[in-house]
């Protein structure tokens, strides 16, 4: 099975304190957005891929043109809506939705969790990581809820089927824990910018 997939690249990022649209902020040499859409385009279950965009991200826009890319410009209202609204303008069948600021995120975890979505037997996946992980890293957490006994954060990655409905209406919904610094690390503020800089370029020392 494979999956189409839709970056969420429409938040203005104000925690970030910086002139820049988030997607387009600077990580390494590459706009973080960049890091997403290598994985996505390296993942072998991933077909398609797509970037939903708002007014407030009108850089981005250009941006994914540049790359030749089709993007889908929402309302703006939330992440839940306007992956919706995305999926309705592009007619999506089963796809993969997925945060623009999620630097190490690679295709090999993508195509993990586009596989266990294959068997969950469910019409919807949310993607989690343990609190304590993102705490280790240094990475705020905003919101969470109980897996069991434990506390998991939203990665900011879901796998749905366009075919259900969708939005206001939960659907039933299989939660993959996958304990990964890749899910953990997102760019929010300029210092989990810094610890995003961090790790990649210590990546890049192992690698050499």
Known sequence: MTVSALV???????????????????????????????????????????????????????????LRLKSVVTPGKDYVSDMGFAAQVLGLGKFLAIAADLPLVTGGIVDVIVSRYE?????????????????????????SFKMGASDVVPTGINVIDG???????LLDQDIFLL??????????????????KNLLLANRQKNV
Do not use: W
Request: aromatic content about 6%; proline content about 6%; glycine content about 8%.
């Open 163 to 169: 075919a259900k409905r969708y939005g206001d209406e």
């Open 8 to 66: 969420m690249a429409g938040g203005r990022g104000s925690r970030m304190n910086s002139s820049v649209e988030k997607p387009l902020v600077d990580v390494c040499g590459k706009p973080v957005i960049a890091y997403v859409l290598d994985a996505l385009l390296c993942a072998e279950l991933v077909d398609d891929v797509y970037v939903a965009v708002t007014e407030r991200t009108p850089c981005t826009v250009r941006y994914v043109e540049g």
């Open 179 to 196: 304990d990964k610094v890749e899910l953990a690390v997102n760019v929010n503020t300029p210092q989990e910018l810094q610890i995003a």
């Open 119 to 143: 068997c969950c037997g469910k019409p919807a996946l949310t993607v989690a990581v343990p609190v304590e992980t993102k705490k280790h890293f240094g990475m705020s957490v905003d919101y």
